[in-house]
């Protein structure tokens, strides 16, 4: 089965950081996944982690704990069009991707 | 090249019709997954397929069913049409499912009337 744990909703000021935590129980787990959603968009891919350990793309990092059942996505020097939903996804052997249901984070000037 | 595709954007439709929706994943592609959006639900797992064969299933009851033709396009249809079933369906195509990277399509907006 699924469960899938984030907060709501996060807001921080334009050039602050922001760290989004996600803890999940997923069966035959194989990956984290992390996806962009703006209102009214679909949700765009960010990040995939496999490994336990930090991944770093750009001003998006994402970081792993397979042990801990526990994930975050760290925004960097935050930008008015990263407001936006950001949805935590466990992916599973039996090919099924769940989502949790999103940190929708604000960008204040 | 191109994106996935979902047709149409829009559709309305009166409880008790049909309906069916089309997505075209990117060339190359043979995953595709079906996804129900609401507000309350957030994203829901519909159906996976990969070269014409369904490998996982969401929960939702049978009313909601689907297929994938061998260029790789899948079709999702839902029957007898409720109000809840008004929602956002998104199709999500990837080179082979599970550890790749998903791409969306624009969804097909449904309102069940």
């Known amino acids: 089965g699924q469960n899938i744990d984030q907060p709501t909703e996060m807001t921080a000021t334009e050039g602050a950081i922001v760290q989004i935590n996600c803890t999940y129980q997923t069966s035959g787990f194989n990956g984290l996944f992390w996806y962009q959603q703006h209102a009214g968009e679909a949700p765009t891919f960010l990040s995939y982690n496999v490994l336990d350990g930090l991944e770093e793309k750009g001003r998006f990092s994402s970081f792993l704990s397979r042990s801990k059942g526990y994930s975050y996505l760290l925004l960097k020097e935050l930008q008015m069009k990263d407001s936006a939903s950001y949805l935590c996804a466990p992916g599973s052997n039996d090919y099924k991707l769940s989502f949790g249901a999103g940190t929708t984070v604000t960008v204040r000037a | 090249k191109a994106g996935v595709t979902q047709t149409p954007r829009y559709l309305i439709k009166t409880r008790g019709q049909q309906v069916t929706l089309s997505c075209s994943p990117i060339?190359?592609?043979?995953?595709v997954s079906w996804y129900q959006q609401t507000p309350g639900q957030g994203l829901q797992f519909l159906f996976e397929?990969?070269?014409?064969?369904?490998?996982n299933k969401g929960n939702f009851p049978g009313r909601f069913s689907g297929r994938q033709f061998s260029n790789s396009r899948s079709e999702m249809n839902v029957s007898t049409l409720e109000l809840g079933d008004s929602a956002l369906y998104l199709c999500?195509?990837?080179?082979?499912?599970?550890?790749?990277?998903?791409?969306f399509g624009q969804g097909t907006r449904l309102t069940v009337v």
């Open positions: 397929y990969f070269s014409e064969t369904q490998r």
């Open positions: 999500a195509s990837s080179s082979t499912g599970g550890r790749t990277e998903a791409f």
């Open positions: 060339s190359g592609h043979r995953s």
